[in-house]
C-alpha cells in the first residue's frame, strides 16, 4: 500500500550540523497518509548521499521504513522541501551518489 507522503514542517539549518562523519540539514514532520511523524531529519551521509532519519526513542522503539521505494519518496520530499525554503542544492558536489549496495538514497538533479 502507498500512502501520500508531504513534509508538514521543516526546519532548515543555515549551517549543516556535523553528526560524526554525516552532516544534518534540517529537521522536520513528515506526514504518511494518515501518521505524522515529528522529529524527523535530513541527513547528508559521508558519500553524498541522503537519508531520512525517523525517530529514535531508545534502543527498542524507534520508527523504521521498510520498505525502500517509499524511503526514497520520503527522501525525495524533502529534498524538494529543503530546496524550496533555501534555494540551495543540499549536495556538495554534483558527483554526490549514493554505491549501489546501500539503501540510502541519490538525487539525481
Avoid at 64 to 93: C, F, K, M, Q, S
Amino acid at each position: 500500500m502507498t500512502f501520500p507522503i508531504s513534509i508538514q514542517s521543516m526546519t532548515a539549518f543555515p549551517e549543516a550540523r556535523p553528526v560524526r562523519e554525516h552532516a544534518i540539514l534540517g529537521s522536520m514532520s513528515v506526514e504518511l497518509g494518515p501518521i505524522l511523524v515529528t522529529g524527523c531529519a535530513l541527513a547528508r551521509m559521508e558519500r553524498g548521499d541522503f537519508k531520512v532519519w525517523m525517530p529514535s526513542f531508545g534502543r527498542h522503539q524507534r520508527l523504521v521504513i521498510r520498505d525502500r521505494g517509499e524511503r526514497e519518496r520520503i527522501v525525495a520530499a524533502a529534498l524538494n522541501a529543503y530546496r524550496a525554503l533555501t534555494g540551495r542544492d543540499p549536495a556538495e558536489t554534483p558527483l554526490a551518489k549514493a554505491s549501489p549496495d546501500t539503501d540510502s538514497f541519490h538525487d539525481p538533479a
